[in-house]
Nanobody, 126 residues
Framework: QVQLVESGGALVQPGGSLRLSCVAS????????IGWFRQAPGKEREGVSC????????HYTDSVKGRFTIARDNAKNTVYLQMNSLTPEDTAVYYC???????????????????WGQGTQVTVSS
């Protein structure tokens, strides 16, 4: 079965850290472009980070640069999002997604991706 399953979301205090995981099954992550998105209540889905499929370049939205790190473990067919220095503005449901394996100069919008996970809730609050 082709699917993505996220995990790792939790309630964390401001300034804390979390690592989200996205495990792929039924296909190889290395053959795709991978993205992390988030959606807060009442807001549009926002691209957070991505790995360009053909050249493995990493891209981040400005609000998370220097705090978040995306990484792929091919042996585990898993992509991670390490999130540090979390703020309440990072509260959202986080999704991973995969799309065609291309060279990208920036993260594409959500419509580029054709497979999505179910999401994992991240809440940053004291």
């Amino acid at each position: 079965q082709v699917q993505l399953v996220e995990s790792g979301g939790a309630l964390v205090q401001p300034g804390g850290s979390l690592r989200l995981s996205c495990v792929a099954s039924g296909f190889t992550l290395d053959d795709t472009t991978i993205g992390w998105f988030r959606q807060a209540p009442g807001k549009e889905r926002e691209g957070v980070s991505c790995i360009s499929g053909r050249d493995d370049r990493l891209h981040y939205t400005d609000s998370v640069k220097g705090r978040f790190t995306i990484a792929r473990d091919n042996a585990k067919n898993t992509v991670y999002l390490q999130m540090n220095s979390l703020t309440p503005e990072d509260t959202a449901v986080y999704y991973c997604a995969t799309g065609p394996r291309l060279i990208l100069n920036s993260c594409p919008s959500w419509s580029f991706y054709d497979l999505w996970g179910q999401g994992t809730q991240v809440t940053v609050s004291s």
